[in-house]
């Protein structure tokens, strides 16, 4: 069974720095590109960032309205990716969602709350 | 970016409808296209994949269709179990972009 559970959310100041984690298991890992996704309290979905595999050289992939505020990375040895997000506003703020490939396995998502 | 518009926001329909919610690409994705559905409090989950593929799992009530740029979900039964938001994904081309969502109640 493919399992993906994201941590490292809660709240941050503006200006603030985050680095999410997102473990998996039940799937071979090595195989699979990966993605970040976030959804702002009562909003609609944002994909965020997307790291290949090593066939593809890690290469990454982010939106334009992060973009230079985030970084993905991928540790295959732990079947693990992170996302670190920095200069955090209150529109960063959003439930931050770990997925598999073309988007078709979610983990439960981890808030992340920018407030002063 | 390639802008998904999908209709309608808002549906209310009866148990047993038939139910269609479309998604229009601004721009050719041929067939990559896949329909989620997110229950309140949960994460999305995956219905239809690369337009017209049925995820496993999910009941046979639900179909895609479509390519280019207009595509449409169908619930051929409506079921109480699928109230929920449903959303549209093109995965095309970067950046992957979703459309606003589809909230279906039951009337």
């Known amino acids: 069974e493919v399992q993906i559970l994201e941590t490292g959310g809660g709240l941050v100041k503006p200006g603030g720095s985050l680095r999410l984690s997102c473990a998996t298991s039940g799937f071979n890992f090595n195989d699979y590109f990966m993605n970040w996704v976030r959804q702002a309290p009562g909003k609609g979905l944002e994909w965020v960032a997307q790291?290949?595999?090593?066939?593809?050289?890690?290469?990454?992939y982010y939106a334009e309205s992060l973009e230079g505020r985030v970084t993905i990375s991928r540790d295959d040895s732990k079947s693990s990716v992170y996302l670190q997000v920095s200069s955090l506003r209150a529109e960063d703020t959003a439930i931050y969602y770990c997925?598999?490939?073309?988007?078709?396995?979610w983990g439960q998502g981890v808030m992340v709350t920018v407030s002063s | 970016d390639i802008q998904m518009t999908q209709s309608p926001s808002f549906l209310s329909a009866s148990v047993g409808d038939r139910v269609t919610i479309n998604c229009k690409a601004s721009q050719n994705i041929n067939r990559y296209l896949n329909w989620y559905q997110q229950k309140l409090g949960e994460a999305p989950k995956l219905l239809i994949y690369n337009a017209n593929s049925l995820q496993t799992g999910i009941p046979s009530r639900f179909s895609g269709s479509g390519s280019g740029t207009d595509f449409t979900l169908t619930i051929s039964s409506l079921q109480p179990e699928d109230v929920a938001t449903y959303f549209c994904?093109?995965?095309?081309?970067?950046?992957?972009?979703f459309g606003a969502g589809t909230k279906l109640e039951l009337k």
């Open positions: 997925t598999r490939s073309i988007i078709d396995y």
């Open positions: 994904l093109q995965h095309n081309s970067w950046p992957y972009t």
């Open positions: 790291i290949r595999n090593k066939n593809y050289n890690y290469a990454t």
